[in-house]
């Protein structure tokens, strides 16, 4: 450490309770390898039922995003470390499971993408790091930023719901702690504690599961609202392997009730569309025919089921 902290800083963090110490896991590391393993995991235990008590935020921001997107606007995540890599994983998984162009949810993640495999020291600390990334987008109001910090006082977190409220964008954050700096700049606050770390300071753990937790479900329920699913499937999927394949064969039979062979052959003739083969079988359209309707229905399934 060239430098001592701030003292100030030091005060700062003893409050928060992403850095607290736990007394009971002084210890621990005496303990036989079983015993960590399943106090570590005990600690875990407590995490979905905080995410569950935020229900409502997350249903709020939810919604307010989906509302932008569907006027053409996209989902943007921006956080340091481990909050980043997060952003970055969940925004990499929505192409593959809804069929999402790929600039439609971005990961951003302090100190660019080099940062995803390698600390940037100093990164996370740029007040205005996120500019020149908003910029490369051409981030405007319809788009919504979710920024994501374990304290809640990451300066490039607070920096990115800053400058994105100044263009206009709608602004989320995510944050650890109650009461954090980035709640008082965002238009939406989820802020979700669930105690000390297992080590002390440690946010890829607990805090790190419960930013994927948030994200996974803010993702899914968007594109739920997006029309990229029916019911529970999965029907926006891009079929590129034999499993996927698999799967959109699978997807077709459970929406329809149908053979596998009459799934194969209206995915066959959809060229792979999950939807329009569902739409072929119901309706006992062709896949042109089927495309146009969900062309129409602006993708819902469902209201083109019911045209």
């Known amino acids: 450490m060239a430098n001592p902290p701030a003292q100030d800083l030091v005060v700062q963090l003893a409050t928060l309770t992403t850095e607290a110490f736990d007394p009971e896991f002084r210890d621990i590391d005496l303990a036989a ?87 940037v020291e100093g990164a996370e600390d740029d007040f205005d790091g996120s500019v020149a990334q908003f910029d490369a987008l051409h981030l405007g109001e319809e788009d919504s930023v979710v920024a994501i910090s374990a304290s809640g006082r990451t300066r490039y977190a607070i920096g990115a719901l800053t400058h994105a409220r100044a263009r206009g964008a709608l602004t989320v954050a995510l944050a650890g702690n109650h ?46 609202r ?25 997807i077709v039979v459970l929406a329809t009730g149908c053979e596998q062979a009459q799934a194969d052959a209206a995915l066959v003739d959809a060229g792979g569309d999950v939807k329009a083969a569902i739409l072929m079988v119901l309706r006992g359209v062709d896949a042109d025919t089927a495309r146009q309707r969900l062309d129409r229905s602006d993708g819902f399934l469902r209201t083109a089921l019911d045209g």
């Open 33 to 119: 390898t079983e015993s960590i393993v399943a106090a570590m995991n005990s600690e875990n235990a407590a995490v979905v039922d905080a995410v569950v008590a935020a229900s409502a935020p997350i249903a709020a921001a939810i919604d307010a995003i989906a509302e932008r997107m569907r006027r053409g606007g996209r989902l943007v995540y921006a956080g340091a470390g481990t909050a980043g890599r997060m952003g970055v994983l969940d925004a990499s998984e929505c192409p593959p499971t809804f069929s999402t162009p790929p600039g439609l949810v971005v990961g951003l993640i302090a100190g660019g993408e080099t940062a995803v495999t390698r600390a």
């Open 179 to 224: 009461g954090s700096e980035m709640g008082r700049v965002a238009d939406h606050v989820i802020e979700i504690e669930v105690g000390p770390e297992f080590l002390v300071g440690s946010t890829r753990l607990k805090s790190a599961t419960v930013q994927k937790l948030v994200l996974n479900t803010i993702s899914t329920v968007v594109m739920m």
């Open 226 to 250: 997006l029309g990229r699913t029916f019911g529970n499937l999965m029907v926006n999927m891009t079929a590129t392997n034999d499993k996927l394949r698999a799967r959109a064969r699978r």
